[in-house]
Nanobody, 121 residues
Framework: VQLVESGGGLVQAGGSLRLSCVAY????????MGWYRRAPGKQRELVAH????????NYADSVKGRFTISRDNAKNTMYLQMNSLKPEDTAVYYC???????????????WGRGTQVTVSS
């Protein structure tokens, strides 16, 4: 399985971006998914998390009310709508997925390569 993020870029404070993460591959079932970020000089942190059916989500306190995570299982795609962006949201954003491999009959953890989000003040 390969996870590919897109949608990052440069935006002014107060602006919006929408990140996408597409899972490519075969013979798999995606379970939970999440967005993480790593800002310069800081550790990677969880931004938002969503369950397999999309019925349950949770967010880092720093993004609650501004970011919305969603997924389209028919398209093997997860999204992160980011509104009211702040300079402190500047980071590389990574997609993460727990995937059940139907051939190996086990759950595996996958990461994308990341997409840069830069918010100017």
């Amino acid at each position: 399985v390969q996870l590919v993020e897109s949608g990052g870029g440069l935006v002014q404070a107060g602006g919006s971006l929408r990140l996408s993460c597409v899972a490519y591959g075969s013979s798999f079932s995606i379970m939970t998914m999440g967005w993480y970020r790593r800002a310069p000089g800081k550790q990677r942190e969880l931004v938002a998390h969503i369950t397999s059916g999309g019925g349950s989500t949770n967010y880092a306190d720093s993004v609650k009310g501004r970011f919305t995570i969603s997924r389209d299982n028919a398209k093997n795609t997860m999204y992160l709508q980011m509104n009211s962006l702040k300079p402190e949201d500047t980071a590389v954003y990574y997609c993460n997925a727990n995937v059940f491999d139907l051939i190996l009959d086990k759950v595996l953890d996958y990461w994308g390569r990341g997409t840069q989000v830069t918010v100017s003040s």
